[in-house]
């Protein structure tokens, strides 16, 4: 993805300056907020490796499945709500809808809506699950 392509988690930042730096590993997404979209972005862009190393180790999938499932159709992305996950914070929920294009009913959208729960171990935001 070019670094000044509009980020795929439509934050109105370009990947380069937010989501991509995350997924080079260089900086740590430093809210349970950033570590979603940076997650979602991850899904568009079929990041496995990133997708893995953000999940909480108890809750995780194989990198193998995770690679195996390729990049997700995914056309938009609405934060609803987020409860705590803020800098100082051990534990966040971030509920949200992602769009994509249906597999099964060209032209129509599907959405999916969770409330994701996220836990910092070692000073990281990680993903536990849905909840």
């Given at each position: ?16 300056l937010c989501c991509g730096r995350y ?40 990198l193998v499945s995770l690679r195996e ?37 060209p032209g129509e959208i599907e959405q ?20």
């Open positions: 993805m070019n670094n000044n392509t509009p980020c795929p988690c439509q934050s109105s930042l370009s990947y380069a997924h080079k590993g260089k900086l740590h997404a430093p809210t349970a907020e950033a570590l979603m979209r940076s997650r979602y972005t991850a899904y568009v862009l079929g990041d496995a490796q990133y997708l893995y190393r953000s999940w909480h180790e108890s809750t995780r999938p194989s499932s390729g990049p997700l159709d995914l056309i938009g992305l609405t934060i609803i709500s987020t409860m705590a996950g803020g800098e100082k914070d051990s534990k966040g929920m971030v509920e949200f809808v992602a769009s994509s294009k249906s597999t099964s009913t999916h809506k969770e409330k994701s729960l996220f836990v910092r171990v070692k000073n990281r935001w990680v993903y536990i699950d849905a909840i």
